[in-house]
């Protein structure tokens, strides 16, 4: 089993930063891809970016490239998204997750998921 929590959300002006975080534990995270998906009320859970086991290889959404970057620390077991020049359209609950197949985008094949962490981006 694996366990990955997020913490690092908040409420922020349009145009600020934040930094997610996501810890996880139970399971050998440096084989892994890990990526960042987010979910606006009413909307479907959508791909934010990836990384792969050794961060040599990421991907962004259309919508958050140039301004969001995914990084990862395998000695500290976490993944980051540090997020740039917010937008209100931003806002959503953000949710970790780990690819034990390989790497790519499309949600389903994510097994292991946190519990999320709500960024506000206000106008």
């Known amino acids: 089993q694996v366990q990955l929590v997020e913490s690092g959300g908040g409420l922020v002006q349009a145009g600020g930063s934040l930094r997610l975080s996501c810890a996880a534990s139970?399971?050998?995270?440096?084989?892994?891809?890990m990526a960042w998906f987010r979910q606006a009320p009413g909307k479907e859970r959508d791909f934010v970016a990836a990384?792969?086991?050794?961060?040599?290889?990421?991907r962004y959404a259309d919508s958050v490239k140039g301004r969001f970057t995914i990084s990862r620390d395998n000695a500290k077991n976490t993944v980051y998204l540090q997020m740039s020049t917010l937008k209100p359209e931003d806002t959503a609950v953000y949710y970790c997750?780990?690819?034990?197949?390989?790497?790519?985008?499309?949600?389903?094949?994510?097994?292991?998921w946190g519990q999320g962490t709500q960024v506000t981006v206000s106008s």
């Open positions: 139970g399971r050998t995270f440096s084989r892994y891809t």
């Open positions: 997750a780990l690819d034990t197949l390989g790497f790519g985008t499309d949600r389903d094949r994510y097994d292991y």
């Open positions: 990384i792969n086991w050794s961060g040599s290889t990421t």
